[in-house]
């Protein structure tokens, strides 16, 4: 992995903070609303090593000869939930991580832009620096907020997850916090600092209404939403105006015999160029005795494109291009070996003159009680000049504590 490196004091005492961090919650107890008279608190996330062989086709001169990088990553998350009474309840998430390695040495200072990119919002709560030498630090609050609950309604205020989405992979209706499925590591998603109002009227059945707060109009996003059960389908219905696009779309999940049958699809309307673009996918999974699972599905986006190699890993998706290619399919599976160990395979395989095909395989060992250890491999397909080429190949070694 990547080369060894003088510890400047710097990172040493960051290093120090983050220990405290981790070990606050291991040796308080967390408490329930009422418990003791006090105010009542839950504690919980985790610490994760990961270090990452990333092989590259030659790149722009930028770049060294060499296309073989390592790096390392030291990852903590703190989860706190504090109940001010019983109404009233405040969430924090704070993630924190170390870097070490050639992204860091061949990027600079825009390693630090890429992850502020992560939690941008419309106060800045993240800071990080990185070194000459290789070495970076990120801090970020990406959960923030406050939530006020009183029988059927609910608020909540600040930076939070708004997941809008239904389906597996893509979801076109997650027009808060459209997330990249090669990101495997953030399982939590960005969060936007918004105010979301919902309302309860029955059995499956919600009305919502969310605002994405930005400086400008022309940045944030303004969406209502009503979910129902009808047929033993969820189903959902949304409206508003994301951006400089008025948008309209619905989703649902449910049955096809004994498979799961889910979908959405969101249309964009730009009145400045009178234009309109369309995002829809829909999987069918299906579980069988002995844990094996299959989910095949397609993603269609009129923005997208069905010509060219482009980079999959550096790609930024929006609701209205949440993969690059104009059609995709996609085929997962997934089994469970042993209750220790399970596997899965995800292929994804854009038509079109380059053939694009990404694959990613995935094995979880469970090797104690809140200890898990993943091997995730990452590889990037297509056929360029009448050949085929594997411009992205990329393996990862994970170890995780919960807490």
């Given at each position: 992995m990547a080369g060894s490196f003088q510890m400047r004091p710097w990172i040493a005492k960051r290093l120090r903070w983050a220990g405290l961090l981790v070990l606050l919650p291991l040796t308080a107890p967390a408490q329930t609303p009422g418990a003791g008279g006090g105010k009542a608190w839950q504690a919980s996330g985790y610490v994760k090593a990961l270090q990452s062989a990333i092989f590259l086709e030659p790149l722009p001169p930028r770049f060294p000869a060499a296309t073989q990088l390592y790096d390392n990553l030291i990852h903590h998350r703190l989860?706190?939930?504090w109940y001010a009474g019983e109404h009233l309840s405040l969430q924090l998430g704070w993630r924190n991580r170390?870097?070490?390695?050639?992204?860091?040495?061949?990027?600079?200072?825009?390693?630090?832009?890429?992850?502020?990119?992560?939690?941008?919002?419309?106060?800045d709560l993240s800071r990080g620096h990185a070194s000459s030498s290789g070495v970076a630090v990120h801090t970020t609050l990406d959960r923030l907020y406050a939530t006020w609950t009183r029988g059927a309604w609910e608020i909540h205020l600040g930076r939070q997850r708004i997941n809008w989405g239904i389906s597996t992979l893509w979801n076109p209706n997650d027009l808060f916090n459209t997330f990249s499925f090669v990101d495997f590591d953030y399982e939590e998603r960005p969060g936007s600092d918004a105010l979301r109002i919902l309302r309860y009227l029955g059995f499956a059945a919600r009305a919502e209404l969310a605002i994405r707060l930005a400086d400008h109009l022309d940045e944030s996003v303004i969406a209502a939403l009503y979910a129902f059960n009808r047929a033993e389908y969820d189903v959902q219905l949304l409206a508003g105006r994301m951006q400089t696009d008025w948008v309209l779309?619905?989703?649902?999940?449910?049955?096809?015999?004994?498979?799961?049958?889910?979908?959405?699809?969101?249309?964009?309307y730009d009145?400045?160029?009178?234009?309109?673009?369309?995002?829809?996918?829909?999987?069918?999974?299906?579980?069988?005795?002995?844990?094996?699972?299959?989910?095949?599905?397609?993603?269609?986006?009129?923005?997208?494109?069905?010509?060219?190699?482009l980079d999959l890993f550096g790609y930024r998706p929006s609701p209205k291009t949440l993969y690059p290619f104009t059609y995709s399919l996609l085929l997962t599976s997934s089994y469970t070996f042993t209750p220790l160990l399970n596997g899965s395979l995800t292929l994804i395989y854009s038509p079109g003159p380059s053939h694009t095909t990404f694959l990613n395989p995935t094995l979880t060992l469970s090797?104690?009680?809140?200890?898990?250890?993943?091997?995730?491999?990452?590889?990037?397909?297509?056929?360029?000049?009448?050949?085929?080429?594997?411009?992205?190949?990329?393996?990862?070694?994970?170890l995780r504590f919960s807490y």
């Open positions: 989860n706190l939930d170390l870097f070490w390695g050639d992204q860091v040495r061949l990027f600079g200072a825009s390693f630090i832009d890429q992850q502020d990119g992560d939690a941008a919002g419309l106060i779309g619905a989703g649902w999940a449910g049955a096809l015999g004994q498979a799961g049958f889910k979908g959405e699809w969101t249309a964009f009145p400045g160029a009178d234009r309109i673009d369309l995002a829809a996918t829909a999987t069918v999974d299906y579980m069988w005795p002995g844990s094996l699972y299959l989910n095949a599905g397609f993603l269609y986006t009129s923005t997208g494109t069905t010509d060219g190699a090797i104690a009680d809140n200890w898990d250890l993943t091997l995730v491999g990452q590889l990037e397909a297509l056929r360029r000049d009448d050949t085929g080429t594997l411009p992205v190949r990329a393996a990862f070694l994970r």
